[in-house]
């Protein structure tokens, strides 16, 4: 809650101005800048987050998750071991960045629903805008690895990097294990600015963000094992 110097009034942590007296209770944001915004969610997510949930504009929460959905298709590539079906590393390449963008802003648009059913049900008040950008800029780390990670993996590895045949451990082990060790780096990550997030956007205890971010794991996590299990039956 946020309290007017004006007139003493609680206000709702989001409001900009007193419900009572007009008075502004907070700096205004208008708009986001891409770059100075992934730099201060690093800096200070916290203060950042509280940006973007009250920033008039959402800039670029669409563009975000269509790039980090690439990074999310080619973590289910590695998953599901899709050079295991292919014999070129460019026709992963081409599913990939083809695919990518659509699969980030659906799997986005799904989580941002379902979490908005669950406070819906809670009755917990937020706007769905709002929640929908939090959620695509907790994703920055997975689409800063499209840009930093992937091309390293795909020029060391090729196709072998999703593959069993042979297992890329064998054929690097140094850099497959140092790549994964990257891997696990940027979920940790992105776990940790989705429940930072989560708090700030919500203002809830620390219970609740968790309970949301575990939700959000488990279904990505159960997707994952879903399409691997049906690859393996049709297989």
């Given amino acids: 809650m946020n309290t007017c110097p004006v007139c003493s009034t609680k206000n709702h942590h989001l409001n900009v101005t007193c419900s009572a007296c007009g008075g502004y209770v907070q700096g205004r ?14 800096e200070n997510p916290r203060r950042m987050f509280l940006s973007i949930s009250l920033a008039r504009y959402k800039n670029y929460s669409t563009i975000v998750p269509a ?10 590539f590695w998953f599901i071991k899709a050079g295991d079906y292919t014999p070129s590393a460019l026709n992963l390449l081409a599913g990939g960045t083809v695919l990518g963008p659509a699969v980030g802003v659906v799997t986005l648009l799904v989580l941002a629903g379902g979490v908005f059913l669950f ?14 950008a939090v959620l695509a800029y907790a994703f920055v780390p997975v689409m800063l690895s ?13 196709r072998y990097f999703f593959s069993m045949n042979p297992p890329p451990w064998l054929i690097k082990p140094v850099s497959y294990y140092v790549f994964l060790g990257l891997g696990a780096v940027i979920v940790g990550w992105t776990l940790t600015l989705l429940y930072t997030g989560m708090r700030v956007l919500l203002d809830c205890r620390w219970k609740t963000a968790a309970g949301i971010v575990s939700g959000i794991a488990a279904f990505l996590f159960g997707a994952a094992f879903l399409v691997r299990s049906i690859l393996g039956a049709g297989g």
Wanted: no cysteine; aromatic share 18%; hydrophobic share 65%.
């Fill in 146 to 158: 499209v840009f930093f990670i992937l091309p390293l993996v795909i020029f060391s590895f090729g």
């Fill in 67 to 76: 790039i980090a959905g690439i990074g999310l298709v080619f973590m289910l």
């Fill in 29 to 42: 944001v208008d708009n986001l800048d891409l770059f100075s915004t992934i730099w201060r969610l690093i």
């Fill in 119 to 132: 406070l819906t049900l809670a009755r917990v008040t937020v706007r769905f805008r709002n929640l929908y």
